[in-house]
Nanobody
Framework: QVQLVESGGGSVQAGGSLRLSCRASGYSRYCMGWFRQTLGKEREGVATIDIDAGTRYADYVKGRFTISKDNANNTLYLQMNSLKPEDTAMYYC??????????????????RGQGTQVTVSS
């Protein structure tokens, strides 16, 4: 059983940056990613990374967010730059133990963390 624990959320002004971290306990060499949810809105996928560090991004974050993984420390990251108020959401780290490659952007995953709040003010 993999456990995922996110950290790094907070409040920033528009144009600012935040770096989210997600520490995985247990084997995590699978597809991993981030999705987000705002109260009253549907969840939306943000980014994914495969075991060869291949990455995918949703159009609304492409060019601003970067997903990466430190396999030695079992930690997933999401560097978020040029943040916009519409990026305000609870961000969740996620893992799919059935895939190692071809990790599609999605909002439903087998395992997820408890979430970390990101608030961007204008």
């Amino acid at each position: 059983q993999v456990q995922l624990v996110e950290s790094g959320g907070g409040s920033v002004q528009a144009g600012g940056s935040l770096r989210l971290s997600c520490r995985a306990s247990g084997y995590s060499r699978y597809c991993m990613g981030w999705f987000r949810q705002t109260l009253g809105k549907e969840r939306e996928g943000v980014a994914t990374i495969d075991i060869d560090a291949g990455t995918r991004y949703a159009d609304y974050v492409k060019g601003r967010f970067t997903i990466s993984k430190d396999n030695a420390n079992n930690t997933l990251y999401l560097q978020m730059n040029s943040l916009k108020p519409e990026d305000t959401a609870m961000y969740y780290c996620a893992l799919d133990p059935s895939r190692k490659w071809y990790c599609p952007i999605r909002s439903e995953w087998n395992y997820r963390g408890q979430g970390t709040q990101v608030t961007v003010s204008s």
